[in-house]
């Protein structure tokens, strides 16, 4: 099977943004169900250590990310968001940023894969060819911003795990169980 950069992007940060979504819906069934619905303002500022951004900066930063490469793969420039602060911010702009990306179709992405991607810096402009940007840049940053997302709600308590992050997965075969310690997973014929 052979992947083109609409493969490589759009689906992969779709699961992202998604993935957002749903621990975002999680941290607030879990505030209201301890009764703490004023405990989600509290995570606006919540950090893992004092320098780093919080929660609403995570989220912008992944959504950034995404819609930045996307729109760089097709020869546009990035318009960033800015100014999350609330759950419903949050929310709204990962909807919003679902359906930019549900409007692209891998037509989208002709040429894509010959096209340089320049990044400007004050400390001077990085220069990538767009696959060695996509695989090396975009996609570590989006997946960077929604796991620090994830170990923010996950610090704060929400009930959230592995399965959480990773959304949803094919489901499995019968037949292709092998006990733990019992040898290699190999399909039934």
Excluded: C
């Excluded at 991607?117 to 989006?142: C, D, M, Q, T």
């Amino acid at each position: 099977m052979t992947f083109n950069l609409f493969d490589l992007t759009v689906p992969r940060f779709q699961r992202a943004l998604n993935v957002l979504l749903g621990l975002l819906e999680k941290a607030e069934a879990h505030f209201d169900g301890a009764g703490l619905g004023d405990g989600l303002s509290g995570l606006v500022e919540l950090r893992l250590a004092p320098e780093m951004n919080p929660l609403p900066f995570q989220i912008q930063a992944a959504i950034n990310n995404a819609l930045g490469a996307t729109r760089r793969l097709r020869g546009l420039p990035p318009d960033d968001l800015a100014g999350l602060s609330t759950l419903e911010d949050m929310r709204r702009a990962l909807d919003q940023a679902l359906n930019e990306l549900g409007m692209l179709a891998p037509a989208d992405f002709d040429g894509a894969e010959d096209r340089e991607i320049v990044l400007p810096s004050p400390k001077g402009a990085r220069h990538f060819r767009a696959p060695e940007y996509v695989l090396n840049l975009a996609l570590p940053n989006v997946l960077f911003h929604t796991s620090m997302a994830y170990a923010l709600l996950r610090t704060a308590g929400v009930d959230i795990g592995k399965r959480d992050f990773l959304g949803p997965l094919p489901p499995r075969r019968a037949g292709d169980w092998v006990p733990r310690g019992q040898g290699p997973l190999v399909p039934s014929p």
